[in-house]
C-alpha cells in the first residue's frame, strides 16, 4: 500500500533538465514552466508559484503561462487573480472573458451579483422521456448529454436523441476540462470516445471525476475509498475516505479533490497530495444542507450543490458563501453545469429538463 501523498500525488515528478542553463543558473523559461506544471499537480503550489515566476519574464505574455497562472492562482486560493489571468487571456477569446466577469461576480467583487436565470423547458421531452434520466450535462452546440441505468444518450437543441452508448449501471456524469462528458457505470467508465473497464477492487463505483492531467477518481463506497487511476484505467494508488456518507469527487483545475458528504453538509477539499486544504459547510436560509446528493465546482472553486432537502440547486463561493439559488417553482433532482453559463436542471416531478443561465 501506498503511502497517502504518494497514492494520490499523480504522476512522478522527474528531474527537469538543466541544459542549456540560463545565464544567471535559473532553468530555461519552458522548463520552469512545466516544473511549475508538475509541482502543482503534484500538491505542491508554492513551489508551482515560484516557478511560475522564474517563467514569467520570458512567457508570461503568453496564454500558456496565463492558463498554469489561472490554476495555480486557484491552488492558492486567489480568486481574483484567477480572474486577472482569465482577463489578460480575453483578446480573441470571449468565453475567457466571460469567464473573468463571473469569477468576479462569484467573488463579490464585480459589477453585479451572480443570479440563477430560468431559460425556459427543453423542447420536445416529456415525463415518459425523463423517466430514465439520472444525470444530465450540457453538451456541444447548444445539446445535452444524458444518463440514464442502461447508457449515455445525447439530445440536440429540440431535444431529440442524436446518439447512444451503453454502459450498464449509469451512476454519476460530469464534464471534463474541455467539455467532453465522463460517464461512470457499475464496473465501466466512458470517457470521451474511451471505454474505459475498471479494477475489480473497486466494488461500488458511484462517483468519477477527471483530473487536469489527464487521469481520473473514482469514489467506492464499499469501504469507503478514492481510487486514482490513469486514463486507461490503470491503477495509481487508493487512499481510505474519512467522511461519514461520501457521494461525491470533484477535480479543479488546479488538481485539487473536491469529496462531498451526502447528510453532513460539508465539502472537503483536499491538495492534490491529498492534504486537507478546507473544509466547506454549505447552508441555506440558515441551515445546513441535509442531503447533498451532487455538486460541480467551476473555474475557480466555486460550487453549484444540489440538495434534496431543498430540491434546489446552489451557488456558493469558493470560500463556502451563499451566492444564489434556483427557484422554489422547480423541484430539482439533478442538475448538470459548465462552470460558466448553461445549467441544466432535472425535475421529474414536472417532467421536464429546465434550461437555466448562471
Same mark, same amino acid.
Given at each position: 500500500?501506498?503511502?497517502?501523498a504518494? &497514492? $494520490?500525488?499523480? !504522476? #512522478?515528478?522527474? *528531474?527537469?533538465?538543466? =541544459?542549456?542553463? +540560463? %545565464?544567471d543558473?535559473?532553468?530555461?523559461?519552458?522548463e520552469?514552466?512545466?516544473?511549475?506544471?508538475?509541482?502543482?499537480?503534484?500538491?505542491?503550489?508554492?513551489?508551482?508559484?515560484?516557478?511560475?515566476l522564474?517563467a514569467?519574464?520570458?512567457?508570461?505574455?503568453?496564454?500558456?503561462?496565463l492558463?498554469?497562472a489561472?490554476?495555480?492562482?486557484? &491552488? $492558492?486560493?486567489? !480568486? #481574483?487573480?484567477? *480572474?486577472?489571468?482569465? =482577463?489578460?487571456? +480575453? %483578446?480573441?477569446?470571449?468565453?475567457a472573458?466571460?469567464?473573468a466577469k463571473?469569477i468576479?461576480?462569484?467573488?463579490?467583487?464585480?459589477?453585479?451579483?451572480?443570479?440563477?436565470?430560468?431559460?425556459?423547458?427543453w423542447?420536445?421531452?416529456?415525463?415518459?422521456?425523463?423517466?430514465?434520466?439520472?444525470?444530465?450535462?450540457?453538451g456541444?452546440?447548444?445539446?445535452?448529454?444524458?444518463?440514464?441505468?442502461?447508457?449515455?444518450?445525447r439530445?440536440?437543441?429540440?431535444g431529440?436523441?442524436?446518439?447512444?452508448?451503453?454502459?450498464?449501471?449509469g451512476?454519476?456524469?460530469?464534464?471534463?476540462?474541455?467539455?467532453?462528458?465522463?460517464?461512470?457505470?457499475?464496473?465501466?467508465?466512458?470517457?470521451?470516445?474511451?471505454?474505459?473497464?475498471?479494477?475489480?477492487?473497486i466494488a461500488?463505483?458511484?462517483?468519477?471525476?477527471?483530473?487536469?492531467?489527464?487521469?481520473f477518481f473514482v469514489l467506492?463506497?464499499?469501504?469507503?475509498?478514492?481510487f486514482?487511476l490513469?486514463?486507461?484505467?490503470?491503477?495509481?494508488?487508493?487512499?481510505a475516505?474519512?467522511?461519514n456518507?461520501?457521494?461525491?469527487?470533484?477535480v479543479?483545475?488546479?488538481g485539487?479533490?473536491y469529496?462531498?458528504?451526502?447528510?453532513?453538509?460539508?465539502?472537503?477539499?483536499?491538495?492534490?497530495?491529498?492534504?486537507?486544504?478546507?473544509?466547506?459547510?454549505?447552508?441555506?436560509e440558515?441551515?445546513?444542507?441535509?442531503?447533498?446528493?451532487d455538486?460541480?465546482?467551476?473555474?475557480?472553486?466555486?460550487l453549484l450543490?444540489?440538495?434534496l432537502?431543498?430540491?434546489?440547486?446552489?451557488?456558493?463561493?469558493?470560500s463556502?458563501?451563499?451566492?444564489?439559488?434556483?427557484?422554489?417553482g422547480?423541484r430539482?433532482?439533478a442538475?448538470?453545469?459548465?462552470g460558466l453559463?448553461?445549467?441544466?436542471?432535472?425535475?421529474?416531478?414536472?417532467?421536464?429538463?429546465?434550461?437555466?443561465?448562471?
Amino acid at each position: 500500500m501506498l503511502t497517502l501523498a504518494a &497514492a $494520490l500525488a499523480g !504522476p #512522478g515528478s522527474r *528531474a527537469a533538465s538543466t =541544459y542549456p542553463p +540560463a %545565464p544567471d543558473g535559473r532553468l530555461p523559461p519552458r522548463e520552469c514552466l512545466e516544473a511549475s506544471r508538475l509541482a502543482l499537480y503534484s500538491g505542491r503550489p508554492d513551489q508551482a508559484y515560484r516557478l511560475l515566476l522564474l517563467a514569467q519574464p520570458d512567457l508570461g505574455g503568453e496564454n500558456r503561462w496565463l492558463d498554469l497562472a489561472s490554476r495555480v492562482f486557484l &491552488a $492558492l486560493d486567489r !480568486p #481574483g487573480r484567477v *480572474a486577472e489571468a482569465f =482577463y489578460h487571456m +480575453a %483578446p480573441g477569446n470571449p468565453p475567457a472573458l466571460a469567464a473573468a466577469k463571473a469569477i468576479l461576480d462569484r467573488t463579490g467583487e464585480g459589477p453585479s451579483r451572480p443570479i440563477l436565470t430560468d431559460q425556459g423547458r427543453w423542447r420536445g421531452l416529456d415525463k415518459k422521456a425523463l423517466k430514465p434520466f439520472v444525470a444530465v450535462a450540457p453538451g456541444a452546440d447548444g445539446g445535452a448529454e444524458v444518463l440514464t441505468e442502461d447508457g449515455v444518450e445525447r439530445l440536440d437543441s429540440e431535444g431529440q436523441a442524436s446518439g447512444f452508448r451503453a454502459l450498464q449501471g449509469g451512476r454519476d456524469l460530469t464534464l471534463d476540462f474541455s467539455g467532453k462528458p465522463l460517464a461512470l457505470g457499475e464496473g465501466t467508465v466512458i470517457w470521451g470516445a474511451s471505454v474505459i473497464k475498471l479494477p475489480a477492487d473497486i466494488a461500488k463505483p458511484v462517483s468519477a471525476a477527471p483530473a487536469p492531467d489527464g487521469s481520473f477518481f473514482v469514489l467506492d463506497r464499499a469501504e469507503p475509498r478514492l481510487f486514482r487511476l490513469t486514463g486507461k484505467g490503470a491503477p495509481m494508488g487508493n487512499v481510505a475516505v474519512a467522511l461519514n456518507d461520501p457521494v461525491r469527487v470533484r477535480v479543479d483545475r488546479a488538481g485539487q479533490i473536491y469529496l462531498a458528504d451526502r447528510d453532513g453538509g460539508q465539502i472537503r477539499v483536499y491538495g492534490a497530495d491529498m492534504a486537507i486544504v478546507k473544509t466547506l459547510h454549505l447552508s441555506f436560509e440558515g441551515k445546513p444542507l441535509r442531503k447533498i446528493t451532487d455538486f460541480q465546482v467551476d473555474m475557480a472553486g466555486n460550487l453549484l450543490a444540489v440538495d434534496l432537502s431543498t430540491r434546489r440547486a446552489l451557488l456558493y463561493s469558493s470560500s463556502g458563501r451563499f451566492l444564489a439559488a434556483t427557484g422554489a417553482g422547480v423541484r430539482v433532482d439533478a442538475a448538470g453545469w459548465d462552470g460558466l453559463n448553461t445549467l441544466l436542471l432535472l425535475d421529474h416531478r414536472a417532467g421536464a429538463l429546465w434550461r437555466y443561465g448562471s
